[in-house]
């Protein structure tokens, strides 16, 4: 078998088999027609099926914008990343009565833990669960209307919140518009629409420029960077490619994340590369490792 080249040397093809890009999703669509159509769009670029498949990165409601990063191709399989990671969002509050004089105060009492139960419409099982809203800041307010930050817990129910701040400041309140702006290590100031994708793909395809491509399509490398880094002999990894755990003498080199300063813990999840910055596995570093000659990753996902 033949490993990844090293992320910045990758051909387009291969970028495109396993790369992310970071979306700006419009109103309208769902995030899977979204996925559906990055992906037709990239196979009829190359006029074959490159992509067997696309993911997105947490669901967002039809009228929702913002950050909604796409798993392309292998990189699909790193989509348990994402399932637990930060959000945040920009959400407009609005009010259905005159704001009470303690209303800064009545907002600030749901930073922290609470309960949720999804709404009748939601995909998951209607009941009760603890989420953790980190940070709610009031960035604007005028009249009935309040501008909200929100940096929370995966499976935060914005329209949730917003109708419980109503109930708390007597008041009633909605949601109106909403924007994610980030979701794990991914925010909103680098987004690309569809448009500059379907652009980028036709001057690949009709005059060889790949400059635009390689501007928005990342290596699927980058959304790796908060796990603790494994690197691995490159005949190590051509075992784990067949299903094979890390083992001991495949090891080169255990160092902490690239963003943050998570090191490799027991059964903590692990990101194994090969010597060339080349994404290979990820798995759970074993509880009692063995650097000699037992196992040292328990595969969860293969990314070759």
Known sequence: ???????????????????????????GPTSHQIADWVK???????????????????????????CLPMLLGDATRMAQLFADSTKEYIAVLELQGPAPS??????????????????????????????EIHELEILEREDRQAL??????????????????????????????LRRTQTGEFDDTDLSTMEAFTDALAFWQEDGDETLLREIVE???????????????PSAAEEVAEGAPVYGPGVIDAEPATVGDAVPEPGEL??????????????DLASDPDSDSGTVVELERVLV
């Not at 129910?157 to 109930?167: A, E, N, Q, S, V």
């Not at 290596?219 to 002999?233: S, Y």
């Not at 692990?270 to 798995?283: D, E």
Request: proline share 7%; aromatic share 4%; with cysteine.
């Open 270 to 283: 692990v990101a194994c590369y090969t010597p060339n910055g080349s994404a290979v596995c990820l798995g």
């Open 219 to 233: 290596p699927a490398e980058v959304a790796l960077v908060t796990l603790p880094r494994i690197t691995i002999a």
């Open 148 to 177: 909200l930050r929100i940096r929370c817990e995966a499976g935060t129910y914005i329209r949730k919140l917003c109708h419980d701040i109503g109930l708390a400041l007597g008041t009633g309140a909605h949601m109106g518009d």
């Open 1 to 27: 078998m033949t490993l990844r080249a090293p992320p910045d040397e990758r051909a387009v093809e291969s970028l495109l088999e396993f790369g992310v890009l970071n979306l700006d999703k419009p109103p």
């Open 102 to 131: 303690d209303f800064e105060a009545i907002v600030a009492e749901f930073e922290g833990e609470l309960l949720q139960k999804p709404p009748r419409k939601s995909a998951v099982k209607r009941q009760l669960r603890v989420r």
């Open 40 to 66: 037709r769009l990239a196979n009829d670029a190359t006029d074959e099926q490159l992509l067997d498949r696309v993911a997105h990165t947490g669901t967002l409601d039809p009228k929702v914008t913002g």
